[in-house]
């Protein structure tokens, strides 16, 4: 993206009262306007938060550029728990890097994410445990969602929901054990963790759940100045800057008119997710998961979180 224009799409983020922006890539670190962009979203009150592979902040004096320059806090993409695996996955020796990378972050703001997939789900506990003796000090999970691309769902790395869902548990097993703050973001639908599991989590405050989508909470500006409702739909955008819209006014009206998209994806994906008692925070997970599985068959009902303290309410 031109600097230019993102300076325009900063100032729209600020009309439209915009409170984080995330820095997504590819490679964020790599952009070359980065600095001038995290100078000018903190000119504009937006906090700024970027997700990274993390490997040119090996190098502190990187860190504290960035920092320096406006970045409010950065968050790593850990790929995998062993050097041989990221090794497999990335084609280069860099887990030293990434390891030396959050260290590095311990004086500064930000932590760790990890993408539960296929490729990590028999390592988990080794990656934590790894990032963690590294320096992390704050860890995020979520899981993986399949991408549209040319009207069709690819997805490369996404488990079944119960195999996700098991590898969640183990997951936080172990982060209940070592001396970090966590938090997780579920996408698969809550009745097939034990209730008791859920209630814990929104009771140390530490579960995400639910969509931008189904929230209605955030958009996704691609690098044309296009803008999308996730970014695991960037192909089908539903306007893009100085065609659609060039005002925060024009953008929110635009955003607004999309209703029958919003009909579509706030559809409960089994009959079962009407009456329970969590479908406000579940949301019957990511709706595009229900492309690659069929909801009936992993969708139990909300009967286990019947008569929970009012915590789930």
Partial sequence: ??????????????????????????????????????????????CSVMITNGLVYADKRIIQEHFAAGLDSLVI?????????????????????V???????????????????????DEIVPAIRSIVYAGARFINLHFCSPTLVSGLPENHSMLEPNIAAETLLRAVECLDALPVTYNVQISIPFCLFPSSFIQTLI??????????????????????????????????????????????????????????????????????????????????????????????AYVKGGDEFKGLSSALK
């Fill in 1 to 46: 993206m031109k600097l230019e224009q993102a300076f325009q799409i900063i100032d729209i983020m600020q009309g439209l009262g915009t409170q984080t922006c995330k820095l997504l890539g590819g490679e964020p670190s790599l952009y070359p306007h980065l600095t001038d962009v995290l100078a000018h979203l903190r000119t504009s009150g937006i």
């Fill in 77 to 97: 993409s850990l790929k995998a728990g062993t050097p041989e695996s990221y090794k497999r996955l990335t084609g280069a020796p860099v887990f030293g890097k």
């Fill in 99 to 121: 390891c030396a990378a959050v260290g590095n972050l311990a004086d500064f703001k930000g932590g760790v994410t990890i993408t539960i997939t296929e490729e990590i789900k």
């Fill in 203 to 296: 009771e140390k405050k530490c579960l995400t759940s639910g969509c931008i989508v189904n929230k209605k909470s955030g958009l996704i500006f691609g690098p044309q100045g296009e803008v999308g409702f996730c970014n695991h739909m960037m192909d089908y955008p539903f306007g893009k800057y100085g065609v659609n819209f060039s005002s925060a006014e024009e953008l929110q009206t635009l955003y607004l008119s999309q209703d029958h998209f919003f009909q579509i994806t706030n559809r409960a994906p089994s009959h079962k997710c009407l009456e329970c008692p969590v479908r406000h925070l579940c949301c019957g997970g990511c709706p595009l998961q229900w492309t690659q599985f069929d909801p009936q």
